[in-house]
Every structure is written in structure tokens, then in C-alpha cells.
């Protein structure tokens, strides 16, 4: 177990690139599975989630060769069929979320997949249900071993899956990516309806074209894959976008420090509307090229509503903001002047961090589960130091931040859930003039 020791108050400023996207990561490294001829992605955020996916890649039997930093060639040519029959492999889809990527291509390229209860975030129900459903609406059987307390997807040897016509009972996107990715080897044609239409995953459907599957509606809610009827995909070179959440977490840091900050390079055309949303908030994100500058300002003040209400943020599917983007919008609401209601509609823990906030001085009234309002501080009030544990990425990546700009020492621990999602995050911060410590807390 590490930890990370703050001395927060000091005022940061410079440049900082964002890593690459950790969601899109996860869905292209996946989709490595089919073909067996290599396939190259760059800008690979090397974050403790999509390590041990590759590492799991790596014990099916997939070869990996690391270029350089972020930079990879997966050649999934033999696949272990043995190796996915074993408890390892169970036990290490279990402990890792990102693991169900893997299922749609084992089962469209092998004829099966074992289905883990899988891992992550203790942040509220994370149902799997459209993703089998999706399997079974391809033609796949369901079976449950409660041994192993995993699923098993099938389909008869020799037979491939069919494409068919499916509306998704929430646009899931991992779960939309699954689904396209088991439709690319299928026989005939697979159109989904209601699929999620996130940048990273469009990143997946351009991937996929280039290695080979005609896939229409890229982008839209209504999009058609044209299986290649068993057919092997063929390689490609991929680079994964910036991470947006990432992004959105510099620009809060820059408002509750109080602090200017250029980030660079972060597709511009892909935030959609996050920068308009931290505009609401007061804060000024200013477009240089692909960059996005957030200059220092004495005090950030919330918009309301046109009726004069408080404003409301909620999370919505794209083109609305993310739910991994409410955590961080929330702290910086924290420091702004005036008031805003945060409404996490997706994940009903995911707001209880508000606890240690409000133990640090924040104002926030936590009206539910799903529901809390911020009174600003406008800084005029400091926050005081804190001695708490990360419970989930996001939420560590606001206590982090709220810890930067409280004046004294703060300790946060378990951040090994913040290593999941962020790429030296103490050594890039410091280097904008943090003071961030790293140890293991049993020292």
C-alpha cells in the first residue's frame, strides 16, 4: 500500500501534455485478438489497468514487443485456448474491469469466452447485462459455472456467430464495444441501435476499419458492422487520442489553485462540450491551436440557470459529460463563486468521497446518493489538510487536487486506485510546481 504526502498552497504554472486515453486503450488492445498479424498502437497510457491487461494478453499467449514508452506491437497469432480454460485466467479477469473487453473477440474468433464477475471500482452497480445480451443476440449460449463463479459464451463448433438487428437497453459503451468487435467475424450484417457513440469509441471502429470490416455510422447511435464471416482481421497502426478525463482534471486543478496552465496537444475536436462545461463553472479555457490554456484568475464565478436557478451538471452518454468528469468538476466547484447542483445519475457511490471534502472545509450538501450541491468558497476560505484514502480513480484524483490547494500537509492513501488511471501523476504535477511525495505507508 503507497501513499502520497501533500503540502498543498503553492501555485502551479507551465505546460502539461495528457497521456493517452485510458478507455480507448483498453478497447484497441483488446481488438488486437482479431487478427493474428501485428498490430501496432501508440500513445499506450502505461497505468497499472492497461499493464496487466496487456500482461493478461501476454499469458493468452499474445506476442508483445515494447518499442518505447506508450509505444507497442501485439501479434495474436497463437492464442492459448487452454490457457482461457484456466483458474489464472478467471482469477486475473476477476480482479481486472477492462478484462471483459476481451470476451467479444475470443468468442467471434474461438467459438468461446469465459465471462469473469469482473473487477474495478467500488463505485455503485456496473451490470454486464448488455454485454451478454448482445452474445446471445448474435447467437451465442450462455452457461454459469459456479466454481469458477464465471459465464461461459459458446457457440457450436464449426458455426460462427450471425449478425442480426439489436437495440441496446442502455448505450453502454463498453459494452457497445464488446458487441462491434464480436459482430467483425460474424456472418452477415450487425446493426446496432442505441450504441454508444463515444470518441474512443469511434477510435475503435477506425481501428477496426483499418484492419479490415466495413463498419457504417461511425459516431452515431445507429451503427452496422459488416462481418467478414470467420475471416482473421488483417494488422494496422493505431494512435490513441488523449485522455479527456485526464484533461478535464488539469483544468479543475488550474481553478482550485488558483494557478495558469497550458495543456498541450488534447484534440480539440474530441472534448466535445467538457470545455463549455468548466466554463460554466467560471473557469476560463482558452483554445491556442490544440491546446487549451487556463489562465489565473481571482475569483471563478458559477453561471445559473437562465431563470435565475442554480446550475445543474449532470453526466449523460456523449455527447454529454462523462461520469468520470464529475468528481473532478465538483472539487473545482468547491473554490468557484456561487453554487451548483452535481448530479451523478450512472453510479450511486460514486459521490460519498463528498465526506472527506466536507471534513476539509468544503461546503457541499450531499442530498442523495446521486445528488449533491456546492456552495463555493470563492477563496476566501483555505481547505484544511486531510488524512484519507482514495475509495475509486476519479474520486483520488479530486482528493488530490482538493489536497494540492489546502495550505499544510495532507496524506492520501491507497493510491494505487489513482495509479490505475493516471500516469506518474506525482512526477508530471511536480513538475508544474507541486509538492507531491510518493511512499509506502508502512515506512
Not at 479543475?252 to 470545455?275: C, E, K, Y
Not at 487556463?294 to 453561471?303: F, R
Request: hydrophobic share 45%.
Amino acid at each position: 500500500m503507497s501513499e502520497f504526502i501533500i503540502e498543498g498552497g503553492h501555485t502551479l504554472s507551465g505546460e502539461i501534455t495528457p497521456q493517452g486515453a485510458k478507455n480507448e486503450a483498453l478497447q484497441v488492445i483488446s481488438a488486437v485478438l482479431l487478427s493474428d498479424c501485428p498490430v501496432t498502437i501508440k500513445n499506450i497510457p502505461e497505468i497499472s489497468d492497461v499493464v496487466n491487461l496487456i500482461a493478461l494478453l501476454e499469458a493468452m499467449g499474445v506476442d508483445v514487443v515494447r518499442h518505447a514508452k506508450g509505444h507497442y506491437t501485439f501479434t495474436a497469432k497463437n492464442i492459448d485456448a487452454a490457457y482461457l480454460e484456466s483458474e489464472d485466467f478467471t482469477r486475473r479477469c476477476a480482479r481486472l474491469r477492462g478484462s471483459v473487453l476481451v470476451v467479444g473477440p475470443l468468442l467471434t474468433r474461438l467459438g468461446r469466452a469465459w465471462f469473469a464477475k469482473p473487477g474495478g471500482d467500488k463505485i455503485g452497480r456496473r451490470k454486464v447485462d448488455t454485454h451478454i445480451q448482445g452474445m446471445l443476440n448474435l447467437g451465442a449460449t450462455l452457461g454459469y459455472d459456479d466454481s469458477r463463479h464465471a459465464y461461459k459464451l459458446d457457440m457450436p463448433e464449426g458455426q460462427h456467430l450471425k449478425g442480426c438487428y439489436m437495440l441496446l437497453d442502455e448505450a453502454s459503451v463498453t459494452g457497445t464495444a464488446n458487441i462491434i468487435m464480436a459482430a467483425t467475424m460474424a456472418q452477415g450484417d450487425t446493426t446496432i441501435y442505441n450504441a454508444a457513440c463515444e470518441p474512443y469509441l469511434q477510435q475503435l471502429c477506425h481501428l477496426l476499419t483499418a484492419m479490415g470490416v466495413e463498419i457504417d455510422g461511425i459516431g452515431s447511435n445507429l451503427v452496422t458492422v459488416h462481418g467478414t464471416g470467420g475471416r482473421l482481421l488483417h494488422g494496422a497502426d493505431h494512435t490513441v487520442l488523449p485522455d479527456m478525463i485526464e484533461i478535464g482534471s488539469f483544468i479543475a486543478m488550474a481553478a482550485i489553485t488558483r494557478s495558469s496552465l497550458t495543456i498541450r496537444d488534447v484534440s480539440i475536436r474530441n472534448l466535445g462540450i467538457i470545455p463549455e462545461a468548466f466554463r460554466r463553472l467560471g473557469i476560463d479555457v482558452e483554445e491556442r491551436g490544440d491546446d487549451l490554456f487556463i489562465p489565473a484568475k481571482e475569483s471563478y464565478v458559477i453561471e445559473k440557470a437562465l431563470d435565475g436557478s442554480v446550475l445543474t451538471i449532470a453526466d449523460a452518454p456523449w455527447p454529454g459529460i462523462s461520469p468520470d468528469l464529475l468528481s473532478v468538476m465538483l472539487v473545482a466547484a468547491v473554490q468557484c463563486s456561487g453554487s451548483v447542483l452535481i448530479h451523478q445519475k450512472m453510479f450511486e457511490s460514486r459521490l460519498f468521497f463528498v465526506d472527506h471534502l466536507i471534513e476539509m472545509g468544503a461546503q457541499i450538501i450531499l442530498c442523495d446518493p446521486h445528488r449533491a450541491v456546492v456552495i463555493g468558497l470563492d477563496h476566501k476560505v483555505d481547505l484544511h489538510p486531510a488524512f484519507t484514502k482514495s475509495p475509486d480513480i476519479r474520486a483520488g484524483m479530486a482528493m488530490l487536487l482538493a489536497a494540492m490547494s489546502a495550505p499544510g500537509r495532507s496524506v492520501i492513501g491507497g493510491i494505487e486506485q489513482i495509479d490505475r488511471g493516471y500516469e506518474d501523476i506525482d512526477t508530471r504535477l511536480n513538475a508544474l510546481g507541486a509538492h507531491i511525495t510518493r511512499r509506502d505507508s508502512e515506512e
